[in-house]
């Protein structure tokens, strides 16, 4: 059976490093659905969080083959655990002033934000996990979007 | 003999190096490759590496030995580590020198070889311009190298050296390769050797968990038709004794994989031979009926499983001991997993392993073993290259240290030439690199100046690396060159054969050089043998004759290699061959 994971590598802030990791999923036949870098808590250290898919064994297979990079520190399933998963989206929606206060509706309830208007459009920032993206996504469709950009999810695991 | 060992003590050589001086990055890296204990490094200068090339000019303590193209001196640097289990060492220039070391890094990551690469690239500043002579050199070998660095200042260069031999020849050894910046190797500073090696992130396990230990223990005492598959781990991590011991004790037979040839003694009443596409009928059919399987060291490798399910359908467990977390449960379904070095585990099994009841067994095996030998159809009139090589090994109780090139040749000295003792075998087994054999052979002899080398290869393969001649005959390193010459690329003419319904296409290899004169060209002795009492004449002069000898065998064209399991079979549904 085929599962979304979403794991998180710490890493050694290293030049090549994304290379290095991105590189070893695509050699090895593992998909990457998205994957996002930045700092961590650590001077030095990065993490990075990757979604991907793949029965328990590919995920086994991944979590080996990452700690045997030598810049990698550790790997972590977070899906294993209770986690947070939170994805920012830009959406540039086709927005004449006649369409505004519908779409402000939508933005409303999704308690997303417009962060830019222009004459015949906007833009609005959606954070949540991957869904409600998806689910404002769709809604803001029929409008007309003209541009979407997401960061990908990053995630941790809940209280400890 | 080439590697001149200069007449300072170790000690004396130490202190020197050790001194705080203010040297280059060249130096450095000298200073460093000597602390680490390499005593021959094997490479080809260029533009990006001359001031590295500058350094070495009038230095006695430190032994370059330049190949003719870098493919040979990657090779070189690949058998002397396989020969000695020490780090290997290369240098090539930047661009095309470092992009001409691809195959050699790419074969020594397959097998595990424990190798540190060390290329020039242009000056930092111009970096990513593309400069003369640039190339992504640690990009373009990221996914074939266990690590790899990029030098970008000077004083990390000692540190990253330490890092680099130390990462290569631990955990599951493979090569580590540096990137030298021009101004690096021109830069000054202090030098500073570190003591130890701190790498947060890489602690490979090595001591096994005790608890797998027994449960694997557990299983033995259990099995009646246990097998041990033994890979190249075991002669890696210097295991071979402990392995004895261990089925001594055990009475489990033992197949070796084709880079575990040597890892067992072939005389051992419990070996089975190779296992898999060209494996023995008794080691195949072994692994087909056994309860249970221990894998020792070894992958499971496409070329040994065959067909994957219907690999060993009869095993109610697989243990597999492999000091690299990520083999295990990669290929096939392990119940036992150990994970740590094989020399440590089967020390610790040894301590209170208690055998199961294999006496049915062990009869099965010996039985189908005296039944179903290695065989071939002699001939009077034609030269058999089976026969060739167990002529080789014959003569020389086999104690040689063989190293082969890629095809047919490879598989008949696997199967025909015996051994018995660790690093005595060297061949590309995952890449399956030709080219790779004639250039080993060097750096297994420079590493072992007292041992018969001897390099078989066949007539295609011989002529990927052949300029390499110069270096034996310039160096005097009298490696025995042996070419099994049948006239095509015998390997791929088998599978036309017998897969694609004889259809021979672009095998003909008409038009290839005199070898007897190609090696008299270099200043190397030359012979030639076309029946038997040639053959035996030949070889004997070969032996007899110090310094290097090619010796042409001229074989039979058609002959195949035998057993044969084809792809998509299981490993036992061989197909036995023409055997009388
Ligand atoms: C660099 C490289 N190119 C191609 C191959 C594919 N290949 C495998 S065996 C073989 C034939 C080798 O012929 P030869 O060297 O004459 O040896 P023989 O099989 O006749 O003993 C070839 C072309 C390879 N293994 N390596």
């Known amino acids: 059976m085929s599962y979304k994971h979403t794991i998180s590598v710490l890493v050694n802030n290293q030049p090549g490093v994304l290379q290095r990791v991105s590189g070893l999923f695509g050699r090895r036949g593992f998909n990457i659905e998205s994957i996002t870098v930045g700092e961590s808590e650590e001077k030095g250290l990065s993490r990075m969080v990757i979604v991907t898919t793949g029965d328990d064994k590919t995920l086994e297979q991944v979590s080996k083959q990452l700690y045997k990079l030598i810049d990698v520190i550790k790997v972590v399933d977070l899906s294993a655990n209770p986690m947070v998963g939170r994805e920012l989206a830009l959406i540039k929606v086709n927005a004449e002033p006649s369409a505004r206060p519908e779409i402000l509706g939508v933005v409303e309830t999704f308690r997303a934000a417009v962060v830019d208007i222009g004459p015949s459009s906007l833009i609005v920032q959606v954070v949540g996990d991957s869904e409600k993206i998806d689910a404002m996504t769709e809604l803001l469709k029929p409008y007309g979007i003209k541009e979407l950009s997401r960061t990908g999810v990053t995630a941790m695991i809940r209280g400890k | 003999m080439i590697v001149q060992t200069t007449q300072k003590s170790k000690e004396q050589l130490r202190e020197e190096l050790l001194k705080p001086d203010v040297i280059t990055g060249s130096e450095a890296l000298l200073r460093s490759l000597l602390l680490e204990d390499v005593d021959c490094v094997f490479g080809y200068p260029g533009g990006a590496v001359l001031y590295i090339y500058d350094a070495m000019h009038g230095n006695p303590d430190f032994n370059h030995l330049l190949t003719r193209h870098e493919q040979g001196a990657i090779h070189a640097a690949d058998g002397y580590a396989r020969s000695t289990g020490k780090v290997g060492v290369c240098i090539a220039t930047s661009g095309p020198g470092a992009t001409n070391l691809v195959t050699g890094i790419a074969t020594a990551y397959m097998d595990s070889v424990p190798l540190v690469v060390i290329t020039g690239n242009v000056a930092t500043t111009v970096i990513g311009t593309d400069a003369f002579q640039e190339a992504d050199i640690t990009g373009i070998t990221m996914p074939i190298t266990k690590h790899s660095y990029l030098v970008r200042d000077v004083r990390d260069l000692p540190r990253i050296i330490k890092e680099a031999f130390h990462i290569a020849s631990t955990g599951r050894k493979g090569p580590v390769l540096i990137d030298i910046p021009k101004d690096v190797s021109n830069d000054a500073s202090p030098f500073y050797y570190p003591e130890k090696v701190e790498i947060r992130g890489y602690n490979p396990t090595v001591q096994p968990n005790r608890l797998q230990v027994d449960r694997m ?73 056994c309860d249970l399987l221990i894998g020792i060291g070894a992958r499971f490798d496409d070329r040994v499983t065959m067909k994957v399910n219907g690999f060993a359908p009869k095993a109610k467990k697989i243990v597999h001991i492999d000091v690299d977390p990520a083999e295990i449960g990669k290929i096939v379904e392990t119940a036992i997993p150990v994970v740590g070095d094989v020399k440590i585990v089967l020390e610790m099994a040894n301590q209170k392993v208690k055998a199961g009841d294999t006496s049915a067994w062990v009869d099965w095996v010996k039985e189908n073993k005296a039944k179903y030998p290695l065989t071939y159809k002699d001939s009077d009139t034609e030269l058999k290259p089976q026969y060739v090589i167990e002529m080789l090994h014959e003569t020389t109780n086999g104690e040689a240290i063989v190293t082969t090139d890629v095809g047919q040749h490879q598989m008949w000295s696997a199967q025909y030439y015996k051994f018995n003792k660790p690093r005595s075998w060297i061949t590309s087994g995952g890449l399956g690199t030709m080219g790779f054999g004639f250039p080993s052979a060097i750096g297994a002899q420079v590493a072992n100046p007292d041992r018969l080398v001897i390099s078989i290869n066949g007539d295609g393969g011989m002529q990927m690396c052949s300029q390499e001649l110069a270096i034996c005959a310039i160096n005097k390193i009298p490696v025995k060159i042996v070419v099994i010459n049948n006239q095509v690329l015998g390997m791929v003419r088998q599978w036309q054969e017998i897969i694609y319904d004889n259809r021979y296409s672009h095998i003909d290899l008409a038009g290839s050089p005199d070898f007897v004169k190609l090696a008299e060209a270099y200043g190397v002795k030359g012979l030639r043998a076309t029946n038997k009492d040639e053959a035996r004449t030949a070889w004997k002069e070969a032996l007899d004759t110090p310094g290097p000898v090619l010796v042409e065998f001229v074989v039979r064209k058609h002959e195949n290699v035998f057993p044969m399991v084809t792809q998509g079979s299981t490993i036992d549904q061989m197909i036995m061959g023409d055997s009388e």
């Open chain 2, 217 to 289: 223990l557990e299983a033995i005492a259990e099995a009646e038709r246990p097998v041990i598959l033994a890979g190249g781990g075991v002669v890696y991590s210097g295991a071979a004794d402990e392995l004895i011991k261990f089925v001594n004790a055990t009475r489990i037979p033992v197949t070796t994989t084709l880079l575990g040839l040597g890892g067992f003694p072939s005389a051992h009443e419990l070996w089975l031979g190779m296992p898999g596409m060209h494996g023995t009928h008794t080691a195949n059919h072994a692994l087909q009926n």
